[in-house]
């Protein structure tokens, strides 16, 4: 079982950045890939960001590649979406999901293991 807490969220300003924590208890964290979605209001829940349980791959939706950067710190047991250049779009509720093992999803199915959410908020 992997328990999830995101931190971070909160309100900018188009432009600006906000880094995004997700903190994991139990023993899996080390050996899963954690994944970063988003939800807007009336929309569906989207991929964001993923990584490998090592850090050695990444993955990012087109629409933030260039402007977001996922990492981990496996002392730590947090991953971390670190979110430049934001945009009123960007403007969603961001959840971390974990799964255990090699395989790193960039779907909402791929992930068994949820946090409540973050809710970051982006004005013009």
């Known amino acids: 079982q992997v328990q999830l807490v995101e931190s971070g969220g909160g309100l900018v300003q188009a432009g600006g950045s906000l880094r995004l924590s997700c903190t994991a208890s139990g023993r899996t964290f080390r050996s899963s890939a954690m994944g970063w979605f988003r939800q807007a209001p009336g929309k569906e829940r989207e991929f964001v960001a993923a990584?490998?349980?090592?850090?050695?791959?990444?993955y990012y939706a087109d629409s933030v590649k260039g402007r977001f950067t996922i990492s981990r710190d496996n002392a730590k047991n947090t991953v971390y979406l670190q979110m430049n250049s934001l945009e009123v779009e960007d403007t969603a509720a961001y959840y971390c999901?974990?799964?255990?093992?090699?395989?790193?999803?960039?779907?909402?199915?791929?992930?068994?293991?949820w946090g409540q959410g973050t809710q970051a908020t982006v004005t013009s």
């Open positions: 999901a974990a799964r255990p093992g090699m395989e790193v999803p960039t779907f909402r199915d791929g992930y068994p293991y």
């Open positions: 990584i490998s349980w090592s850090g050695g791959s990444t």
